[in-house]
């Protein structure tokens, strides 16, 4: 099983439309949690850290349930610069290191 | 502020060769980590320095090596290329939890 499974994708949504991606992760000792973009070809940017309480900023909203060892993104309102591949990430202890563990992510176009 | 800068953006190399890759985190940031990613698959673990010491390791072989400066700068090694190491190489900067990745370099190996 791997340790951070996503949706597969792609995900084509025209713009306006709402759309969710869902993550799991195996590990309970997880300890943080993020959503990462990634467009072509260039590096993943750090889009939102996910809490616990669930937390939003602006047009995105990302949900935590650790009891469930879920992770979900919700976008409102998709805009054509949204396409990009979604990256769930879980940062886990590791002995002394902090690792990221990312999901292999979930392709989302937005078409005009 | 600068974020993490990497060097070179694209290198070429042939099997059995070395290669060494460069980082510079986020002023202030004392952490480094390496990161390998191939085509469709999210990045992958490779060191995490912090403070020149060496705190995490990920699944890859011995020909792949790191160290951390006084500077906070870092390098990645890889010895005896084979065509499998072809991939992008990204470095991230923490200060606490939240990592953010430099531009990457892309290595081809031939």
């Known amino acids: 099983r791997k340790e951070v499974e996503q949706d597969p994708g792609p995900f084509n949504v025209p713009e306006g439309a709402t759309v969710a991606f869902n993550c799991t992760y195996s590990n309970s000792a997880s300890q943080s949690f993020f959503w990462y973009r990634q467009d072509c070809r260039k590096e993943p940017k750090l889009l939102m850290s996910v809490y616990s309480s669930g937390n939003e900023d602006g047009r995105f909203t990302a949900q935590l349930n650790r009891a469930s060892q879920y992770i979900s993104l919700l976008i409102r309102d998709s805009k054509l610069s949204d396409s990009a591949t979604y990256l769930c990430v879980v940062n886990e202890r590791k002995g002394s290191a902090r690792q990221l563990t990312f999901g292999s992510g979930t392709q989302l176009t937005v078409l005009p | 502020d600068a974020g993490v800068t990497q060097s070179p953006t694209h290198l070429i190399k042939t099997r059995g060769q070395h290669v060494t890759l460069r980082c510079s985190p986020i002023?202030?940031?004392?952490?480094v980590s390496w990161y390998q990613q191939v085509l469709g698959q999210g990045p992958q673990f490779i060191f995490q320095y912090y403070e020149k010491e060496e705190r995490g390791r990920g699944n890859f072989p011995d020909r792949f090596s790191a160290r951390q400066f006084p500077n906070y700068s870092s390098e990645l090694n890889v010895n005896a290329l084979l065509l499998g190491d072809s991939a992008l190489y990204l470095c991230?900067?923490?200060?606490?939890?939240?990592?953010?990745f430099g531009p990457g370099t892309r290595l081809t190996v031939t």
């Open positions: 991230a900067s923490s200060f606490y939890d939240e990592q953010y």
């Open positions: 002023s202030g940031h004392k952490s």
